[in-house]
């Protein structure tokens, strides 16, 4: 079997992502988990982005690599200047978050890689 680079950058994304959801899970569902009566309303506006926008795009990633890269780091985005630069005043949250997110990185990569760099979402 001859694999190419984006075939290889493509099952790297799909690997990662799912140990990054099954990371993600076992937070949300562990020990103390996210326990939505302690969630504070601002609060959700961050878990809209991080962990779930992220999530949602490395899903779509499975079955159209450009668009769930596209959802992901915009998510990560979003969640970096909407959540951390607006609600909470301060975008200094960790690096952690772009660790999580690296699958939709890799995801828009092979995505663009696919499509020759061309930028229709639905190539």
Request: positive net charge; hydrophobic residues 55%; aromatic residues 14%.
């Amino acid at each position: 079997m001859n694999l190419t680079s984006t075939q290889i950058l493509r099952w790297t994304a799909r690997i990662l992502s799912v140990a990054s959801l099954l990371l993600l899970l076992a937070f949300a569902t562990g020990e103390d988990g996210i326990k939505p009566s302690r969630v504070a309303p601002h609060e959700w506006i961050g878990l809209a982005f991080f962990p779930f926008g992220v999530a949602i795009g490395m899903l779509v990633g499975w079955w159209n690599e450009k668009l769930g890269g596209i959802i992901s780091v915009a998510s990560l985005a979003a969640f970096y200047l909407i959540y951390g630069g607006l609600v909470r005043g301060n975008m200094a949250m960790g690096w952690y978050f772009v660790l999580f997110t690296l699958p939709g990185f890799l995801f828009l990569l092979s995505g663009l890689m696919k499509s020759g760099g061309k930028t229709p979402l639905l190539n």
